[in-house]
T-cell receptor
Framework: GAGVSQSPRYKVTKRGQDVALRCDPI?????LYWYRQALGQGPEFLTY????????KSGLPNDRFSAERPEGSISTLTIQRTEQRDSAMYRC???????????????FGPGTRLLVL | GENVEQHPSTLSVQEGDSAVIKCTYS??????FPWYKQELGKGPQLIID?????GEKKDQRIAVTLNKTAKHFSLHITETQPEDSAVYFC?????????FGQGTELSVKP
């Protein structure tokens, strides 16, 4: 596709339910990043992958959050036992490569707006 | 860890004036500094970036300056237009991940 796509665009769930958010990066992009953005704030780093390997998960708030990218392309961010404080915009980004002059730009998707009731 | 501070939080200018947004970072290992523009309901879009081995970069009406010693970088927009109105975010990259500032809401009045 032309850009990063995310699904669903909106997700309303009840407290205690599990949710899975999907990210489809730009074709051929090596690196994939997950961020969370609260209203009126900048994106906050959660985790990132190079190919299928999770490089850094230091931003995941707690063990209810997990992410995978099993084939080095599509990624899923899973939140178990959702809580109201998990409500936010979850954004995915991808880059052609990391640490290189031409490949480091991170391109963001439209995000998934999660609302936990 | 890295911390990025961004000022001002809101900025209002008249069309044609210049706008300057400033950011500071804390970790000297940060080596790449992008600026993103975010319009309502959309994801952040890169407008310009600078690496730590460069002091200044310009692209038409937009320029970014970097002072590594002071750990300070700035975005300059000249001849502002109403379509420049948006929220702007600075960021610093440390070990692959971007750490964002809090954002500046720029309003350009016609």
């Amino acid at each position: 596709g032309a850009g990063v796509s995310q699904s669903p665009r909106y997700k309303v769930t009840k407290r205690g339910q599990d949710v899975a958010l999907r990210c489809d990066p730009i074709s051929g992009h090596v690196s994939l990043y997950w961020y969370r953005q609260a209203l009126g704030q900048g994106p906050e780093f959660l985790t990132y992958f190079n190919y299928e390997a999770q490089q850094d998960k230091s931003g995941l708030p707690n063990d209810r959050f997990s992410a995978e990218r099993p084939e080095g392309s599509i990624s899923t961010l899973t939140i178990q036992r959702t809580e109201q404080r998990d409500s936010a915009m979850y954004r995915c980004a991808s880059s052609l490569a990391t640490g290189t002059r031409v490949g480091e730009t991170q391109y963001f998707g439209p995000g998934t707006r999660l609302l936990v009731l | 860890g890295e911390n990025v501070e961004q000022h001002p939080s809101t900025l209002s200018v008249q069309e044609g004036d210049s706008a300057v947004i400033k950011c500071t970072y804390s970790d000297s290992a940060s080596n790449y500094f992008p600026w993103y523009k975010q319009e309502l309901g959309k994801g952040p879009q890169l407008i310009i970036d600078i690496r730590s081995n460069v002091g200044e970069k310009k692209d038409q009406r937009i320029a970014v300056t970097l002072n590594k010693t002071a750990k300070h970088f700035s975005l300059h927009i000249t001849e502002t237009q109403p379509e420049d109105s948006a929220v702007y975010f600075c960021a610093a990259r440390l070990r692959g991940k971007l750490i964002f500032g809090q954002g500046t809401e720029l309003s350009v009045k016609p």
